[in-house]
């Protein structure tokens, strides 16, 4: 049977499969057919929200990866045989998640399975180990692994640019699309088996990057984390990317990102913020960036091993017979051991050429140092991987050639696949471990080389250790790799700097015993308690978190194709009705209107900033009105403000935030605020022409009552770093004056204390209810965290108000805000303010009909 949601090719991004729940249903395979993903998707109709929670209570894991955690063989009967896969990842981080917890694992297998027995296949998988198959057609596979993430995704997150076709090569837009389609092909499978209301779904890994985006689109309030366990690449590097923007849109989609260390998380808001213009804010431990309403929660927290799973296979017969045999083979001998892939990023010939070097420079090594090099087949393939096993087999050759004789083979190089109890043989005679890469998302190996260092007795007996001895291991880790961090104990170096990974193999062998024990117990109590059932438990943890006003608030999905994103907000927090406002209007007599400029009667990004003729008509009609009060509030100088809006009579302006305010155009400026002097200019303007200097693309705007450092064009990333620096530079040394300093959207300001936006609405409330007009009408527009003080002011005026005023406090754009409304942008606004207009000029046309 043939997916309909791929062989219809305009169908791939609707999300129109069945959902199933907690159903055991026969699942259908996913297509056999090639297809290719149109990216212009459409119809968002079928976003789901949650309706009413389920009555069941066991959470649900619904783990997805490229691959399940299965393996697979033919029978002598050609019948198909699984089992487990004890060394997967996804199958070991189970034992973090509780047994109250029920997984189901979607993903891939890594045997072919012919279109005829996929069904039965797949519903055995499914009755006898909760796994969902995605089955792919080989063509598609190819193009989505080998092409897509292996010659894009995995050299540009390890830092590889495609400067010429043997360098990942040039970006082939097929790949992308089979990329696409894959990834929703997986989302249909996820779909099969979800229960919305009652799942977690964790993706992990690069291969399902927009994942989320289609699993977001079916169900808004999909409870959904993602884990990506390669290196995030700097800003300067990802931007390279032609669909850079979709892959940080699509992550975007989940509630939680996790990454393994600060720097690929700081790399991947680098770019949020460089590219989405997105900015990012910790709280009590947490950094979360807001997004279209939602906080998306950024988890930092580097994966760890299975020990219990790692210490059963030492105790094998197995493993203690091949102890001792290497026991006896290397006699007399101190052996450096490298576990690692066959590929470009593992540095496995910088870590000979620093061997040869060490021979060469301290001949006491020769005939005592080996260094057993185990490498593992490259999982990608291509030109590079073939280099590099030339240059690595060429390397040996030339080193064993030089420094070998009877009895003496300084490099033993292992390239066919071991069995886990040979290298965990290794790791237990090895007195070094050697990590060399040049680019690494985790690695694991230093981890499990520590607890196999740790032994058991009986292996302490076979090597003629006491077992009342402290143990000890010495770790050399390339400063690149993600496990970097976490090993304090161990000797980081350049992996490019053959000199220093020499001597740092000197250092490990010559280091005192009791250092070594030392530095072996640290690595063993962090590696021990942070294994990877702690790590499942901590990101679930962070999950639920990260989901837990799902429910409460409304959301609904906007955008098309990869574009789409969930718009998610406060219950309370609605569109303005231009029919329920112009209603109210009506029906008002005493009416108080507060309208900020900046972003909201003039388009943000205009290179004009003066109002327009429009906006000056819809002003003066709403200022003929008697009934109404019409305030502009803005941030401005009383000059501009005085110049720009001269031919409206009857309207009332505030500048500077509030400071300078007169009721109409004949009426003198006013100081709200009582300042007695502004010396502090003297102390503040100084420190501001300092960091103005030293911040391209910033500037300084001397206002009456203010100084402010706006650093809107220049660099995000470093103008965000000087603000806040000069933020508590300004802070330190105004201490002591009557001054507030506040940052803003691309701003540092200084002003006296009490001046705000919200003692102009005080202001405004307070005239009008000496002058008997209890406002029964208020209406508060604007678009920045300064505006946000008038909302305040207006929303607790109870005492200033008429007992049945209508309050229409009012935001630009949907996110969080202390207003009740928002309208989307300048363009609604206005059309909102001409409905207003047109009412005040109706009523003025039928008034003198009225008393005649």
């Known amino acids: ?47 789901v929200g949650s309706g009413a929670p389920s009555s069941i209570s066991q959470d649900r894991m619904i783990i997805v990866g490229n691959q399940l955690p299965l393996r697979a063989h033919r ?45 039965d296949v797949a519903q055995h998988l499914l009755d006898s180990f909760k796994c969902v198959p995605t089955f792919l057609p080989p063509e598609l596979f190819s193009k989505f692994y080998h092409g897509f993430c292996k010659q894009h995704l995995w050299p540009l997150f390890h830092y590889m640019l495609p400067l010429s076709p043997d360098l990942g090569g040039r ?42 985006t289609f699993l977001r689109k079916r169900f808004n309030r999909v409870r959904l984390g993602f884990f990506l366990h390669s290196p995030f690449p700097s800003s300067e590097i990802y931007r390279t990317l032609p669909v850079r923007d979709e892959l940080l849109r699509a992550l975007l989609n989940s509630d939680l990102i996790g990454f393994h260390t600060f720097d690929y998380a700081r790399h991947f808001l680098s770019c949020c913020s460089r590219m989405l213009g997105l900015s990012y804010q910790s709280q009590r431990g947490y950094i979360g960036i807001e997004y279209y309403g939602r906080t998306v929660s950024i988890k930092i927290l580097p994966v760890g091993i299975h020990i219990v799973q790692l210490q059963s296979v030492m105790n094998l017969p197995e493993t203690e017979r091949k102890v001792a045999e290497l026991q006896d083979q290397f006699k007399g001998q101190t052996v450096m051991l490298g576990v690692d892939d066959m590929d470009i990023f593992k540095g496995i010939s910088l870590k000979l050429l620093a061997l040869e070097q060490l021979l060469l420079q301290h001949a006491d090594k020769r005939g005592k140092v080996v260094l057993v090099q185990i490498a593992n087949p490259a999982r ?5 991987v073939q280099e590099v096993q030339s240059e690595t087999y060429a390397t040996v050759k030339r080193i064993n050639d030089t420094f070998g004789r009877s009895g003496y083979t300084p490099v033993i190089l292992i390239d066919t696949p071991l069995q886990s109890y040979e290298r965990i043989a290794y790791y237990v005679i090895a007195e070094c471990c050697l990590v060399t890469a040049v680019r690494d998302g985790m690695n694991l190996i230093p ?30 880790v390339s400063e690149f790799v993600g496990c970097s961090p976490s090993l304090s104990g161990a000797i980081r170096v350049n992996p490019w700097n053959i000199d220093a990974v020499s001597e740092a193999m000197d250092s490990a062998l010559m280091i005192p015993e009791s250092e070594k024990q030392m530095r072996h117990e640290k690595h063993y109590r962090y590696v021990s308690t942070h294994d990877v059932a702690y790590w499942a438990r901590s990101f679930l943890q962070d999950l639920e978190r990260a989901c837990r006003d799902h429910l409460r608030r409304r959301c609904w999905g906007i955008g098309f194709g990869l574009g789409f994103r969930v718009i998610t907000l406060d219950p309370n927090f609605r569109k303005l009705s231009v029919e329920h406002i112009v209603s109210a209007y009506k029906r008002t007599k005493h009416r108080a209107i507060l309208l900020d400029y900046d972003s909201t009667m003039m388009q943000p990004g205009s290179i004009s900033t003066a109002p327009n003729a429009e906006v000056i008509g819809i002003l003066n009609s709403l200022c003929r009105d008697t009934k109404n009060v ?64 030293t911040t391209d693309g910033s500037n300084i705007e001397a206002k009456e009552s203010a100084l402010v450092w706006n650093y809107e064009y220049a660099d995000r990333d470093f103008g965000s770093c000087q603000a806040k620096e000069l933020l508590d530079h300004l802070e330190s040394v105004l201490a002591n004056e ?51 003080d008038m909302f305040k002011v207006i929303m607790n005026a109870k005492d200033s108000l008429s007992t049945v005023a209508e309050v229409f406090p009012c935001t630009v754009g949907q996110k969080p805000s202390k207003a009740k409304y928002y309208l989307e942008d300048t363009s609604e606004i206005l059309r909102m303010l001409h409905g207003l207009a047109n009412a005040s000029e109706q009523s003025l046309r039928s008034s003198p009909q009225s008393s005649n």
């Open 447 to 476: 981890y499990e080389y520590i607890i196999c260092r740790q032994g058991s007795e009986k292996l302490d007996e076979i090597l003629g250790i006491n077992p009342f001895t402290e143990k000890k291991s010495m770790l050399v």
């Open 171 to 212: 970006f082939d837009r097929s790949l992308w699309q089979a990329y696409v389609s894959v990834n929703k092909i997986f989302a249909d499978k996820v779909m099969e088996v979800i229960s919305p209301d009652d799942d977690f779904v964790w993706v992990h890994d690069y291969h399902l990057m927009v994942l989320p």
């Open 380 to 384: 990608g393939r291509g030109k590079d």
């Open 630 to 693: 019409v305030f502009i509030v803005s941030g401005k100088e009383k000059k501009i403000l005085t110049e720009w809006f001269s031919s409206c009579d009857n309207l009332g302006i505030a500048a500077e935030h509030g400071f300078f305010m007169r009721t109409n155009h004949d009426a003198e400026w006013e100081t709200c605020v009582a300042v007695p002097d502004f010396d502090w200019k003297q102390i503040a303007e100084p420190v501001m022409q300092l960091y103005m200097e």
């Open 75 to 119: 029978k002598d009967n050609g019948k198909w045989d699984f089992t487990w896969d004890e060394d997967s990842l996804l199958l070991q981080l189970k034992d973090g998640l509780g047994e109250d917890v029920e997984v189901i694992y979607v993903g891939c297998l890594r045997e072919e399975i012919e279109p005829s027995e996929q069904d």
């Open 1 to 47: 049977m043939v997916s309909r949601s791929y062989s219809n090719l305009l169908d791939l991004t609707s999300c129109d499969s069945p959902t199933f729940g907690r159903e055991k249903k026969r699942l259908p395979r996913v297509a056999t057919i090639a297809g290719v993903l149109s990216e212009l998707d459409d119809d968002n109709s079928n976003s």
């Open 738 to 788: 009557p001054v507030s300093v506040k940052s803003g959207s691309h701003i540092v300001e200084v002003k006296p204390q009490g001046v705000d936006k919200g003692i102009v609405a005080e202001h405004l409330l307070l005239t009008m209810q000496q002058k008997g007009m209890i406002p029964d009408f208020v209406l508060c527009i604007g678009d920045d965290r300064s505006d946000e």
